[in-house]
Nanobody, 128 residues
Framework: QVQLVESGGGLVQAGDSLRVSCAAS????????MAWFRQAPGKAREFVAA????????YYADSVKGRVTISTANAKNTVYLQMNNLEREDTAVYSC?????????????????????WGQGTQVTVST
């Protein structure tokens, strides 16, 4: 059974940077795609970024492109989301997810249903 545990969330000021982490355990996920989603109060879950562990290929939502970077640390079985120049609109619960993806269709990476395993999430609050 795969377990994903997020950490690193918190309260920051607009314009600050923050890195959230997702530690995976239970099995090796190097054949999986890892993703970050976020959900703000009263809003639907939103795709943020994804990375194919085996190739390092990355995918980003247009709303965060240029401000966030997704990366992995293979030795630690950990996925990171580095967020810069945070905005109030980035306030949300950030959750990581893992799944097997066998298509090159970018839209597939953005769908929550693509991912089998999910963490509990970490709260990021951006104040102005």
């Amino acid at each position: 059974q795969v377990q994903l545990v997020e950490s690193g969330g918190g309260l920051v000021q607009a314009g600050d940077s923050l890195r959230v982490s997702c530690a995976a355990s239970g099995r090796t996920l190097t054949s999986h795609t890892m993703a970050w989603f976020r959900q703000a109060p009263g809003k639907a879950r939103e795709f943020v970024a994804a990375i194919r562990w085996s190739t390092g290929s990355t995918y980003y939502a247009d709303s965060v492109k240029g401000r966030v970077t997704i990366s992995t640390a293979n030795a630690k079985n950990t996925v990171y989301l580095q967020m810069n120049n945070l905005e109030r609109e980035d306030t949300a619960v950030y959750s990581c997810a893992a799944g097997l993806v066998f298509t090159g269709d970018v839209s597939t990476y953005k769908q929550p249903g693509t991912y089998r395993y999910w963490g509990q999430g970490t709260q990021v609050t951006v104040s102005t």
